[in-house]
C-alpha cells in the first residue's frame, strides 16, 4: 500500500468529497499505527486542508471511531467498511464540515489555542467555531518571529484578540506559559477577564520577572477549582537573581470557596504594602490539595491557614520571613490528612506547627546543615518535628534516620507513636537509634530498612522493643551484605518476632556464591519464634 501527498497550497475544500473504501479491497496486511488521540484528530483535520490521498484519510477516520468506541483498530475497520455502504448516495457529504458541535469542541479542546484559532480556514462553518473554546492555552514561544520585541507583541496581541473574541460565557480553564520579560499589567488584565467568565482552572508558568497584584480580581473568584503559579529559572540551590523572581502580593484576607487544588512553585509572596506587620488569614474550605516548592513568604508575622478539608500536604524548602529577615509562624488547620510530605532544612521546619489530627503517611526529607546551624541544631530540629507527628501518623517515611544521632539523648522523651503502624527508614541508620525508634512505636507492623551499619551484642542482651515481640508482622531488609552485624539483627527478629509473617532480605550484589549459601545457611538455622513465618533472600 501507497500514499500520495499533495501539499501544493493550504485552501479552504469546498469540493471534498468523502470516498469510502471499496468492499472488494481487501484489508491491508501491514497494521494500522496506534496513534494518540490528538495526534490523529489533527493529522485528520491537515488531510481535510492539504488535500491527503482519499486512503490516508480513510485510514485516520478508521483510527478516530477506534478511540471514540473505545475498540480495537480491527473492529472499527469492520465497523467503517459497513458504514461506507450507506453512505455511497451521499459522497458528497463533507463529514469535517458537518461534524457535531460537540465534536468540533472536543476536538479544539485539544489544540492549543493557536492552532484552535488556525482551524477557521477549514470551512465557512468552522470559520468562528474557535471562538466557543472553553479551553484557553497560550505559549509565547509559539510565535516564531526572530525578533524578541516582534514576539512579544505578537504574542500579546494574539492573547487579546481571542479574549476580546469569546463567546464562552464560562471558561473551563487557562494555561499561560512566558518565556519573555511582560508587564504584569498585561497578565492581570488575562486573569480578570476570564475570572467575569467564571474560569475554573488557572496555571501560569514563567521563567522571567512577573507579579500578580493584591488588587487582583483572583483574590476574589468564588469559582476558581485549581490554581497553579510556577517560576522554573533556576534550582532551589542556587539563589535567583532579581530578574528572575515571580511576585505575588497577597491580600491580607482570602477566601476561596471553591478552590480544590492550589500549587505553588518558585514563588514569592509578600503581604500587602504596610507600615507594620501584618498577620494573614487564607481559607480555604474546599481545598484538597496543597503544595508549596521553593517558596518564600516575606514581611510577614503571622500566616493562618485554614483548610478543613485538605487531603494532601506538600512542603518543599519553603521559607517564611519578617521585615527584619527573622522567622515567621505559619498555623496550618487541617483535620485528616491522607498524604503529609515535607521536604528541607530542619531547622526551616520549625515555623510552622501542624494543627492535624490525623496523617495517614508522612514523608520527611530532611536536607543537610543550612550555613549557620550546627549538626547537633539540624538533630534537636528534626526532633521537634518527630514531636508534631507523634500520635498523628499512621505510616512514617524518614529519608537519612541518622540525622537525629546527635538527639538519641533526647529521643528518650519522645511521645510514643501511638498510631504508628509502618515505619521505614531510608538511607543508613545505626542500631541503637533504631532500637529507640521502635521503643517508642508499641503499634509497629511493618518495618522497611535500607541499610542497618551498628547492630552490637549489647543490644542483643538487651529486652526487644515490645512493639518486635508482639506486633511486628513484615520486615524488609535492603542492602543485606551478609556481616555480622546484620546477623545479630536477622537472629533478635526471628527468634523473638512471635507473630512475625514474612522477613524479606534484599542482597547486595557482593553477596554471592558459597558466601550466600554460607549465609542463608546461618540464617535457616535460627529458631523462629513464629513457626510459620517466611524467611527469604532476594
Known sequence: MSFHFSLSGVQRKKDFKFVPVPSAVPKPSISLPRLGLSTTLTLLLSSHCFNFHTMMYNVLLICVVAYKKNIDLETSMNLYSSSSKMQKSNEDQDIISNLPDVIIGHILSLLSTREA?????????????????????????????????????????????????????????????????????????WISALISRKVKEICIHSVKTFGISSNSTLWKSPYLENLTLSMKAYPIIIRRPTDYDMRVTVPTNVDFLSLTVLNLSG?????????????????????????????????????????????????????????????????????????????????DASWFPLYIESIASANIYPRRCVAGVTEAQNAYFAYQFLRK???????????????????????????????????????????????????????????????????????????????????????????????????????????????????????????????LEEVREKIFSFKKSASSAVIELL
Open 389 to 515: 507527628l507523634s500520635n498523628k501518623v499512621k505510616c512514617l517515611k524518614f529519608e537519612q534516620p541518622q540525622v537525629l544521632v546527635l538527639a538519641v539523648p533526647r529521643l528518650f522523651s519522645l511521645p510514643e507513636f501511638g498510631k504508628l503502624s509502618r515505619l521505614e527508614l531510608r538511607d543508613k541508620i545505626m542500631g541503637p537509634l533504631l532500637w529507640i525508634l521502635l521503643g517508642k512505636s508499641p503499634w509497629i507492623e511493618t518495618l522497611t530498612l535500607q541499610e542497618l551499619i551498628i547492630f552490637d551484642h549489647r543490644l542483643t542482651s538487651m529486652s526487644v522493643p515490645p512493639c518486635v515481640a508482639c506486633k511486628l508482622k513484615v520486615v524488609n531488609f535492603g542492602r543485606f551484605r551478609g556481616d555480622e552485624h546484620e546477623l545479630r539483627f536477622v537472629k533478635v527478629v526471628i527468634e523473638n518476632a512471635q507473630v512475625l509473617k514474612r522477613m524479606s532480605l534484599t542482597c547486595e550484589w557482593t553477596l554471592c556464591g558459597p558466601k
Open 267 to 347: 514563588i514569592t509572596l509578600t503581604c500587602a504594602p504596610s507600615n507594620y506587620m501584618r498577620d494573614l488569614i487564607l481559607k480555604f474550605p474546599a481545598l484538597r490539595k496543597f503544595e508549596t516548592v521553593d517558596c518564600t513568604w516575606l514581611n510577614v508575622k503571622l500566616i493562618t491557614l485554614d483548610m478543613p478539608k485538605l487531603e494532601v500536604l506538600i512542603i518543599s524548602d519553603t521559607n517564611v520571613f519578617t521585615a527584619d529577615g527573622s522567622p515567621s509562624v505559619i498555623n496550618l488547620f487541617a483535620l485528616h490528612l491522607a498524604e503529609f510530605s515535607y521536604s528541607g532544612f530542619m531547622s
Open 117 to 189: 484559532v488556525r482551524t477557521s480556514v477549514l470551512s465557512k462553518r468552522w470559520e468562528y467555531m474557535w471562538t466557543s473554546i472553553t479551553k484557553l492555552h497560550f505559549n509565547d514561544k509559539e510565535q516564531y518571529e526572530y525578533r524578541t520585541y516582534i514576539r512579544k507583541n505578537s504574542f500579546l496581541n494574539s492573547v487579546y484578540r481571542v479574549l476580546l473574541h469569546l463567546n464562552s460565557s464560562s471558561i473551563q480553564s487557562l494555561s499561560v506559559s512566558i518565556s519573555e520579560n511582560y508587564d504584569p499589567y498585561h497578565v492581570n488584565q
